[in-house]
């Protein structure tokens, strides 16, 4: 069965980076748009980042022009590298697939301290 899992996530000072990887497996890597999304205590999860098979990407607004998602098809891993972070993106990341979502992985804890 599709098995996602993420990777990368911890602490860090707000101004500081991250990079963030999720492996795939058990699915046709390259004909699947996927997507990072994130879940912060007490809201709803949402998509923060998504990339199509071709590798166009969009973003949300609130991490436009810090954040940049990536995808390694070989590699069957999207990445999301995250600068300038804020606390306010502090939340538990998850990548998965765009519209049609497959089982959800663990997840990967982001926090950034003020």
């Known amino acids: 069965q599709v098995q996602l899992v993420e990777s990368g996530g911890g602490l860090v000072q707000a101004g500081g980076s991250l990079r963030l990887s999720c492996a795939a497996s058990g699915l046709i890597f390259n004909i699947n748009p996927m997507g990072w999304y994130r879940q912060a205590p007490g809201k709803q999860r949402e998509l923060v980042a998504g990339?199509?098979?071709?590798?166009?990407?969009n973003y949300a607004d609130s991490v436009k022009g810090r954040f940049t998602i990536s995808r390694d098809n070989a590699k069957k891993t999207v990445y999301l590298q995250m600068n300038s972070l804020k606390p306010e993106d502090t939340a538990v990341y998850y990548c998965?697939?765009?519209?049609?979502?497959?089982?959800w992985g663990q997840g990967t804890q982001v926090t950034v301290s003020s």
């Open positions: 998965n697939r765009l519209g049609s979502y497959y089982v």
């Open positions: 990339i199509s098979t071709g590798g166009s990407t």
